[in-house]
């Protein structure tokens, strides 16, 4: 929901690391497995107690993911890196509400139902991309990416501020995961009705 207006913020400063990293030599496919090592980190320290290390590695993490694709466009944009950039990215969001699941025996359940709106979400979402690359669809609303980016209620902001909060506030983690999982299901419902007026319309 908020990623488009927080592009214009975050943009500039990203794209100015991201310059010094292309001329280090840093590859974007390195940033983005740097920051699938440091989420799933982040879910083993959680399901150890280790919260506030956790968030720690949440920022890393994020930071790791918002630093490959301005690397990429600095350098070269490959269909690989864009592939391993979404891979990357849902080890994340698999791996810290899993942490959060063995860390205490009655966070499994709201763990479980976040997990599921991340599983819908990310089919609503990479299921439509697959459609409009087929069509020749193109935005962007969200910046340059690989795939046809369709936005939503739970977007990457969102989900990284509940993922960080719930580390700060762990005693939270059940209500911010129940109301996430909710949030996504809204995006769901929304991601398929714009799907439907969208390919009807390329029909």
Do not use: H
């Not at 069509?135 to 962007?140: A, F, N, P, Q």
């Amino acid at each position: 929901m908020f990623d488009a207006r927080l592009r214009p913020l975050i943009d500039p400063p990203l794209n100015r690391v991201a310059a010094l990293l292309a001329r280090a030599g840093v590859t974007p496919n390195a940033l983005s497995i740097m920051g699938a090592v440091a989420g799933i980190a982040a879910g083993v320290a959680i399901a150890f107690g280790q919260f506030g290390l956790g968030f720690a590695l949440i920022v890393v993490s994020r930071i790791s993911d918002g630093l490959d694709g301005p690397v990429a466009r600095q350098t070269r944009s490959t269909d690989l890196g864009g592939y391993l950039d979404v891979v990357c990215d849902y080890a994340f969001y698999t791996a810290v509400p899993l942490g959060f699941g063995f860390a205490q025996a009655d966070w499994a359940l709201p763990a479980a139902c976040l997990l599921g709106g991340f599983l819908m979400a990310a089919t609503s979402f990479l299921g439509f991309a697959t459609l409009a690359a087929k069509r020749g669809l193109e935005t962007s609303a969200q910046g340059k990416k690989s795939f046809f980016y369709l936005g939503g209620l739970a977007e990457g902001a969102e989900t990284i501020a509940v993922l960080a909060l719930s580390a700060l506030v762990p005693a939270w983690f059940p209500v911010l995961a129940y109301g996430y999982a909710l949030v996504c299901a809204a995006t769901v419902v929304g991601r398929v009705a714009i799907a439907a007026r969208m390919l009807s319309d390329a029909e």
